[in-house]
Nanobody, 122 residues
Framework: VQLQAFGGGLVQAGGFLRLSCAASGFSFRSHSMGWFRQAPGKEREFVAFIAWDASITYYAGSVKGRFTISRDNAKNTMYLQMNSLKPEDTAVYYC????????????????WGQGTLVTVSS
């Protein structure tokens, strides 16, 4: 199983980035997926969730209305469009494959990517 997140970088506040997560080694189209992030010195936190068929999405309150999660099952890829970025969005962003359980709980995810760093300057 491999999840590879990419697309991070340095952006000014108010800017945008699009993260991608390429999946392989498991039945991507059969699994719901999520994005998490971890800022320096903080716990890893939930950002967004998407059902296997994209019929359901959930967002953390801090990103709702600014971030959009999506997926392309034909390409085994998940995305996170991040708009109106703020300095507090600075973190390493991880994509993860969910096995079951609460969508916002890290323990519900058994496959993790290596993370991609997003830095938002003020």
């Amino acid at each position: 199983v491999q999840l590879q997140a990419f697309g991070g970088g340095l952006v000014q506040a108010g800017g945008f980035l699009r993260l991608s997560c390429a999946a392989s080694g498991f039945s991507f189209r059969s699994h719901s997926m999520g994005w998490f992030r971890q800022a320096p010195g903080k716990e890893r936190e939930f950002v967004a969730f998407i059902a296997w068929d994209a019929s359901i999405t959930y967002y953390a309150g801090s990103v709702k209305g600014r971030f959009t999660i999506s997926r392309d099952n034909a390409k085994n890829t998940m995305y996170l469009q991040m708009n109106s970025l703020k300095p507090e969005d600075t973190a390493v962003y991880y994509c993860a494959g969910r096995r079951g359980g609460t969508y916002s709980d890290r323990q519900s995810y058994n496959w993790w990517g290596q993370g991609t760093l997003v830095t938002v300057s003020s």
